[in-house]
């Protein structure tokens, strides 16, 4: 079983819908987590960065952790052409000695049509 | 500002032969990470380097060395190159701002390695 399960997809939506993201993991020693955005052929882009379980919002977008039941989630609002991309979850733990390891969700490729 | 820059974007290498993949970044992090991307598989750390003159190895390493002789640059080489390393190589790095190790991690652009 994977630390990290995401669905990959694909998502299609119209424009202006409620986009809504998951993903759970089975490693409690996850301390932080993130989701990422990917446009083809290029890095992932950090989008939301949370600790703890709860809400987190940036404008249209809204991370949500659940440690209970191991689930992270990402909410778009008002879902414009422009957030079609694939969307990593990433999750995060102290590495000894320092810096961090990410383990990432296989991504969730959405599309929103005009 | 460049952030994390990544040298070649694109590359064919044959069998056996070797090559080096050059990650730069400007923002005076610490942390350095070495990841590959393949279909299915998510991202994956390949070695990482806490500061300069020091690595470590992820968790797919085998393969690769690193080097880390400038606290701004972090080498990824492949002696020998296999067609199982063909993938796309991501290089990201992370800041110690308050002394803390969970900083988020900035990532490059990529590089596409075909191994024939």
């Known amino acids: ?114 | 500002n460049a952030g994390v820059t990544q040298t070649p974007k694109f590359r064919v290498l044959k069998t056996g032969q070797s090559m080096t993949l050059l990650c730069a970044q400007d923002m005076n992090h610490e942390y350095m990470y070495w990841y590959r991307q393949d279909p299915g598989m998510g991202l994956r750390l390949i070695h990482y380097s806490v500061g300069e003159g020091t690595t470590a190895k992820g968790e797919v390493p085998d393969g690769y060395n690193v080097s880390r002789l400038k606290k701004q640059n972090f080498l990824l080489g492949l002696e020998s190159a296999a067609p199982s390393q063909t993938s796309v190589y991501f290089c990201a790095s992370s800041s110690t701002r308050q002394g803390a190790s969970n900083q988020p991690q900035h990532f490059g652009d990529g590089t596409r390695l075909s191994i024939l």
């Open chain 1, 1 to 114: 079983q994977k630390e990290v399960e995401q669905d990959p997809g694909p998502l299609s939506v119209p424009e202006g819908a409620i986009v809504s993201l998951n993903c759970t993991y089975s490693n409690s020693a996850f301390q932080y987590f993130m989701w990422y955005r990917q446009y083809s052929r290029k890095g992932p882009e950090l989008l939301m960065y949370t600790y703890s379980s709860g809400n987190k919002e940036d404008g249209r977008f809204t991370a949500q952790v659940d440690k209970s039941s191991k689930y992270i989630y990402l909410f778009i609002r008002d879902s414009q052409p422009s957030d079609s991309a694939t969307y990593l979850c990433a999750m995060s733990r102290i590495l000894t000695g320092g810096g961090n390891k990410l383990t990432f969700g296989t991504g969730t490729q959405l599309k929103v049509e005009l």
